[in-house]
T-cell receptor, first 112, second 112 residues
Framework: DGGITQSPKYLFRKEGQNVTLSCEQN?????MYWYRQDPGQGLRLIYYSQIVNDFQKGDIAEGYSVSREKKESFPLTVTSAQKNPTAFYLCAGSSSGANVLTFGAGSRLTVL | DAKTTQPPSMDCAEGRAANLPCNHSTISGNEYVYWYRQIHSQGPQYIIHGLKNNETNEMASLIITEDRKSSTLILPHATLRDTAVYYCIVRMPGEAGNMLTFGGGTRLMVKP
């Protein structure tokens, strides 16, 4: 089945630790996105990438980093510089010039 | 700046039509209206989109006013499984970046 696969689904981290969230897609999407969602809130864009080896900051990029070495993969690293990292993280993809975002199931990060 | 305005919550009786409004008074001529929904703790799911004509698919109907300043998503026979947060966003095809931030949406509660 084609789709956006995020892992892990749940992740716990101690303060001061970096953590990397995986996002893989087999939809041949050119563009990929990372969003953050806090309880009861909408989605805020962290980073996006429209082609391999290129990415752009979104609204709330501070404390996060990404890479896009392969078209299929867009991992997100939550660094220790992110002051309030506990949140639900969503990865999405879309084809070039297309209108529709396809989302993964999300990764819930809790900082202890 | 918020590009869309939606009521924070709505109730609907099971089996009845659910009509979810969205105000987008600053929409530009080449921007489409998109609707997504997010069931609790899952990734958002695309529902429908349109430019100026009314649209219908297997999930819903989209009614856009003639001046395009507002629209209504219609779920013709709401079921309990339609309980979700519904997001209305406006964007141009292929647009990336901060225009893809989702606002607070409308929390639809379908009641038996």
């Amino acid at each position: 089945d084609g789709g956006i696969t995020q892992s892990p689904k749940y992740l716990f981290r101690k303060e001061g630790q970096n953590v990397t969230l995986s996002c893989e897609q087999n939809l041949n999407h050119d563009a990929m996105y990372w969003y953050r969602q806090d309880p009861g809130q909408g989605l805020r864009l962290i980073y996006y990438s429209q082609i391999v080896n290129d990415f752009q900051k979104g609204d709330i990029a501070e404390g996060y980093s990404v890479s896009r070495e392969k078209k299929e993969s867009f991992p997100l690293t939550v660094t220790s510089a992110q002051k309030n990292p506990t949140a639900f993280y969503l990865c999405a993809g879309s084809s070039s010039g297309a209108n529709v975002l396809t989302f993964g199931a999300g990764s819930r990060l809790t900082v202890l | 700046d918020a590009k869309t305005t939606q009521p924070p919550s709505m109730d609907c009786a099971e089996g009845r039509a659910a009509n979810l409004p969205c105000n987008h008074s600053t929409i530009s001529g080449n921007e489409y209206v998109y609707w997504y929904r997010q069931i609790h703790s899952q990734g958002p799911q695309y529902i429908i989109h349109g430019l100026k004509n009314n649209e219908t698919n297997e999930m819903a109907s989209l009614i856009i006013t003639e001046d395009r300043k507002s629209s209504t998503l219609i779920l013709p026979h709401a079921t309990l499984r339609d309980t979700a947060v519904y997001y209305c966003i406006v964007r141009m095809p292929g647009e990336a970046g901060n225009m893809l931030t989702f606002g607070g949406g409308t929390r639809l509660m379908v009641k038996p």
